[in-house]
Nanobody
Framework: QVTLVESGGGLVQPGNSLRLSCVAS????????MAWFRQAPGKEREFLAA???????TYVSPSAQGRFAISKDGETTVYLRIDSLQPEDTAVYFC???????????????WGRGTQVTVSA
């Protein structure tokens, strides 16, 4: 059983950058990708970016391109860097692991509990 733990959230001023981390307890046989989603209050969960755990292929949502970047360290740690944070980036950011680099939540079978990011002056 894989567990994912996110960290790095907090209160950030607009315009600043932030790097979130997600650490998986292990890599299982069917775990090929990890991804970041977010959910703002009253809104649906939104895909941001995903990365393959073998070759490191990435896929970033068109809406996230330019300010969001995903990277990894080995096979069990992924990062999400967010630049030029805006108040509308306020959300709970979730890490997920699954079988494919995909924007579809159904491809991910393990989720972390999330880390809160609040952007405010």
């Amino acid at each position: 059983q894989v567990t994912l733990v996110e960290s790095g959230g907090g209160l950030v001023q607009p315009g600043n950058s932030l790097r979130l981390s997600c650490v998986a307890s292990q890599r299982t046989f069917n775990m090929y990708a990890m991804a970041w989603f977010r959910q703002a209050p009253g809104k649906e969960r939104e895909f941001l970016a995903a990365i393959g755990l073998n070759a490191g292929r990435t896929y970033v949502s068109p809406s996230a391109q330019g300010r969001f970047a995903i990277s990894k360290d080995g096979e069990t740690t992924v990062y999400l860097r967010i630049d030029s944070l805006q108040p509308e980036d306020t959300a709970v950011y979730f890490c997920a692991s699954g079988t494919a680099v995909s924007a579809t939540a159904d491809h991910y079978d393990t989720w972390g509990r999330g880390t809160q990011v609040t952007v405010s002056a």
